[in-house]
């Protein structure tokens, strides 16, 4: 038995299997017999055992390398490795979409280019030599009003026109079906609605649609809600006429000229007042603003032109009429245009003091030879960052015209296009956004006063298509020639 401790391992692991198969036999042993055929069953497990940890040898085996891979690479040689496969992809993107990619470029580029063009008051876009007289039967005609149209604005969507009158009314309009969408009317002694008791002298829109300003001869500011017409706020504070009003673009900032020689800052938003600015030497007749904080005006009689820099509480004056000036618009941040009584048309840059252009009599003269005098020009507009601008005349005979001009380059002259035909005073004018029509508000009388009446003229608004030549036409014209 003591020879027994001494064997081998291999002879110790038999003798432990000897020992299980002697205690299997003993279980088996009494009434049941051993099957000499259960001994295949443990055979194929035990294969199928070996193969198990052979598989999972090898599984170890790979979670090993991978384990062992991981280690071995660094965060840096990761995130090199990342960053290649990602230009990778971004190459192969780009391969696909060269052309596509190409195009997107040249257009982001030109409209960067046309936004710091725009900001620098530079941009001139060269719409003029296109445009073609409309045909007078393309003029559409609006009344609704019962006296002269004094002021007009059209929404920056082109689907609303907003009107005032001597009538103390304001009128939305749908442009594409000249139908009345509601009318805002005056208020008489005892009626229970909120409106303007006196004359309307101007009115302007915010540039996302929301709100609506008007300015009577009362004094008084009213702002509206642009799409219900209904009253949200009443601004007072002037001493005079509101003679003009204009929203700051791209904000809720209100700026008010007025009879009283002073200019007012107000906060829609805040429905609040902001500052006075004081300057002119007579009745402010004409205010105007872009996108930059600052607005310019014009003084009447003071024969002044000024640009109010608000941040800096600072003014430009500018001086270049013969009479008084009675209406302003800016073309862009760096140029702007007027029309006085003395018949003359003035294009200004803001870096000089002078005119850079000046058109005299430009609607022509009227009166007995040898004392002729010149056409009041009422009212100008302008087709924002173009070379388009418009103006428009009050004449003692039956007729009077609308005059569309353009700017030279660089905006160093004017040039007339065609004229339009327009029975009235022609007391304002606007261009739409995208220049594709031109509105003038018509009436019997000047929207300053009742100087003459021009019974067969008729109170409405007209709407001028402007039409522009098509290349295909000209490019057929030149292969004809």
């Not at 999972?56 to 840096?76: C, L």
């Not at 030599?129 to 045909?135: I, N, Q, V």
């Not at 002694?189 to 609506?212: M, N, R």
């Not at 700017?407 to 009235?424: A, H, I, K, M």
């Amino acid at each position: 038995m003591a020879s027994t401790f001494f064997i081998k391992g291999k002879d110790n692991q038999k003798f432990a299997r000897k020992n299980k198969n002697t205690a299997v036999k003993r279980k088996n042993d009494g009434n049941t017999k051993v099957n000499p055929k259960a001994k295949k069953p443990n055979k194929h497990n035990e294969e199928i055992s070996s193969d198990s940890e052979t598989e999972g040898a090898v599984v170890s085996n790979k979670k090993k390398a991978r384990e062992e891979f991981e280690y071995d690479e660094t965060p840096q040689e990761k995130k090199l490795r990342l960053a290649k496969k990602y230009l990778e992809q971004l190459q192969e993107e780009e391969e696909k979409k060269a052309d596509d990619e190409s195009f997107e470029t040249d257009l982001i580029a030109g409209r960067l280019q046309e936004e710091v063009l725009e900001q620098k008051g530079k941009l001139q876009r060269l719409i003029a030599k296109d445009l073609l007289p409309p045909d007078p039967s393309e003029i559409r005609v609006l009344r609704g009003h019962k006296l002269p149209v004094t002021c007009l604005v059209i929404s920056s969507d082109e689907k609303y026109i907003f009107s005032a009158s001597k009538d103390c009314s304001i009128i939305k309009w749908d442009v594409q079906s000249g139908k009345r969408l509601h009318t805002i009317k005056g208020v008489r002694k005892g009626d229970q609605h909120v409106g303007h008791s006196a004359c309307i002298l101007c009115l302007t829109i915010s540039s996302d649609g929301k709100y609506l300003a008007t300015g009577d001869m009362n004094k008084l500011i009213m702002i509206w809600e642009a799409d219900t017409c209904k009253h949200l706020y009443k601004f007072t504070g002037h001493k005079g006429p509101v003679s003009g009003l204009s929203f700051r673009k791209g904000t809720h900032d209100l700026y008010s000229a007025s009879h009283d020689r002073s200019v007012k800052v107000w906060n829609v938003d805040e429905n609040a007042y902001v500052e006075t600015l004081f300057g002119h030497q007579d009745s402010i007749t004409g205010l105007d603003s872009l996108s930059r904080e600052r607005c310019v005006t014009v003084g009447g009689r003071d024969g002044s032109v000024r640009v109010w820099k608000i941040a800096e509480e600072s003014q430009l004056v500018f001086h270049g009429h013969n009479g008084s000036i009675d209406c302003v618009q800016l073309i862009n941040e760096e140029h702007m245009i007027t029309g006085a009584d003395d018949g003359s048309v003035c294009l200004w840059s803001v870096n000089k003091k002078k005119p850079v252009a000046t058109v005299k009599q430009a609607h022509g003269s009227h009166g007995d030879p040898g004392l002729e005098r010149p056409l009041w020009v009422t009212s100008v507009a302008a087709l924002q960052n173009s070379d388009t601008v418009a103006s428009g005349a009050c004449s003692c005979s039956h007729n009077s015209e609308v005059q569309l001009w353009k700017c030279s380059q660089y905006y160093r002259g004017l040039e007339l296009l065609f004229s339009v035909t327009v029975p009235g005073f022609v007391n304002s004018l606007k261009f739409s956004s995208s220049g594709h029509f031109l509105v003038a508000g018509v009436g019997q009388e000047h929207r300053l006063g009742r100087w003459w009446r021009l019974k067969e003229a008729k109170n409405g608004i007209y709407i001028i298509p402007l039409k522009r030549k098509q290349p295909a036409a000209e490019d057929a014209n030149e292969a004809e020639a």
